[in-house]
């Protein structure tokens, strides 16, 4: 067995004494893009996770049509292009003031197309709700039916879609907020 030289010594303590300060700097660190769902990502002073996102077919399956509860019959119409897709999302609000969610997002593909949601009303149980998250709370709260079931778990921003913008992947899902100024992305699973 070789002995261990001096420099060798000396080599390993400087690493180690760099890995020790790095982890000592601000422990809050803010992050603006997630590369895939379920990365939490900061707005503002709030926190963000999409928990799912996919096409919905209300046509086969149940509860997708129960998602599309209550949108304007006008917009509720697809063209033979166009495909619902909802993506579900989790807020979390860490501060000791109540705070209302960031109200603005968009899906770009990777053509440059951008899509914004089509309006949710109130009376729809997967509605993504504008109403401030209590200090140290999160949303959709427990009692919710977004919260309930299993497989959403998020409060439901819902587009229309391309077909074609299916295949544009990756799809990049903007989350703003106007007050503070702020912006995150997060790569969709398509």
Not at 74 to 93: Q, T
Not at 127 to 147: E, F, I, N, Q, S
């Amino acid at each position: 067995m070789r002995p261990i030289s001096l420099s060798s010594v000396a080599l390993f303590a400087a690493i180690a004494l760099a890995l020790t300060l790095s982890a000592c700097g601000n422990k809050t660190q803010s992050i603006h893009g997630g590369e895939t769902e379920g990365v939490y990502v900061d707005v503002g002073p709030m926190k963000y996770q999409v928990q799912i996102s996919r096409a919905l077919n209300p046509g086969a399956i149940a509860e997708d049509r129960t998602m599309l509860e209550g949108i304007d019959p006008a917009e509720a119409k697809l063209g033979p292009d166009d495909v619902w897709f909802a993506v579900f999302v989790r807020v979390e609000n860490e501060t000791g003031q109540p705070q209302t969610p960031a109200s603005v997002y968009e899906i770009e593909d990777q053509q440059g197309n951008v899509y914004e949601p089509v309006e949710v009303p109130d009376t729809n149980p997967f509605h993504y709700d504008l109403t401030p998250v209590r200090p140290h709370g999160y949303a959709p709260g427990p009692d919710t039916v977004a919260r309930q079931l299993g497989s959403i778990g998020g409060m439901m921003q819902l587009f229309k879609l391309k077909h074609t913008t299916l295949a544009n992947r990756p799809l990049e899902l903007k989350i703003r907020s106007t007050s503070p100024e702020d912006e995150s992305t997060v790569s969709l699973d398509v």
